[in-house]
């Protein structure tokens, strides 16, 4: 009988050394890329170390930060856009909700809505409500939109802005004649005077206003100092105008966008005439084309590392793993370009 207790005694002890093992083993793998060396009695690493590392390197990235495109349906015509209206489809509000849990998930912990115009599709109540979800279901730390701010009306701020983050408005000029030219316009509505309406309602309802600007043919000359300063965004994107066939270049694309190409070295000069704007956040094409995870409407992620957009399976079909795969997201790029910010409005010492 005393044998036989002996004998549990030790499977239990051969169990416990084993699963301490795989633990140890575990570690030493997370400590592969700081180039530690443990060396453990009885265990053997069984792979060569550049395996080991080329494995890390196949590793999926974490879709930290997210781009949804949910629609591509827009109510302006701008001439460099790159995700342009190809189809009208938009996902039913509970799918959408499904693939924005499995990002949760997967280690999402920024989402950013964007379009075509965001506050078209059943006139921001769809938007909100993906909002809403993300910030009070999922709590998210960050929930942020980019719109053209045509559409936003001050009654989805009461309704919404608690649970918005960050209200990102694309301004591309504040002479209204360039914003004409470049098609960020419509009708009679005055592009300057409603983003700093925009401005307004933000500081009254606290959602960090931010503002995005391509830079283009037409606006490169400009000088944005002021206008910029007055309005006081947390952040100001300055990107540079990118060309993506089939979007915005090519037979097949709905825009035409080669007029308003920019040189590197015109780029430069704009970013050296507004340095001393302290939130210029600037964004060249070689930063930009893979730093960025972008759900189509389809929930599929675009890559865009050839110069075009092609999609992966969507995350609703093979999981958000499988998919990610085929992003071509420049994990590394993403965290150089400051990808990664006091993004939740929480966090943010801000004078409302």
Sequence with gaps: ????????????????????RGRLSALCWSLAPLSLSLSLPGWRD??????????????????????????????????FCFHTAKTSFVLPLEEAKRG??????????KINFSGGEPFLHDRGEFVGKLVQFCKQELELPSVSIVSNGSLIRKQWFE?????LDILA??????????????????GKKNHVENLHKLRQWCREYAVAFKINSVINRFNVEED?????KA????????????????????EDALREAEKFVISDEDFDRFLDRHKDVSCLVPESN????????????YMRFLNCRNGRKEPSKSILDVGVEAAIKFSGFDEKMFLKRGGKYVWSKADMKLDW
């Design 231 to 250: 309005l006081n965004p947390v952040r100001w994107k300055v990107f540079q105008c990118l060309l993506i066939e089939g979007e915005n270049s090519g």
């Design 1 to 20: 009988m005393q044998l036989a207790l002996l004998a549990r005694l030790l499977s239990v002890g051969r169990a416990v050394l084993a699963a301490l």
């Design 286 to 297: 070689q930063k930009m084309r893979d730093s960025y995870l972008i759900l189509d409407e």
């Design 169 to 186: 408005i694309s301004c591309d000029s504040f002479d209204e004649d360039v914003n004409v030219l470049i098609g960020r316009h419509q």
């Design 46 to 79: 069984s792979s060569p170390r550049q395996q080991r590392e080329q494995e890390w390197d196949d590793a999926p990235p974490t879709p930290t930060s997210v781009n949804y495109h949910f629609t591509r349906q827009c109510n302006y015509k701008c001439g």
């Design 224 to 228: 944005m100092n002021e206008q910029i």
């Design 159 to 163: 309704k919404y802005g608690e649970y």
């Design 100 to 109: 924005l849990a499995m990002l949760k998930e997967g280690g999402m912990e």
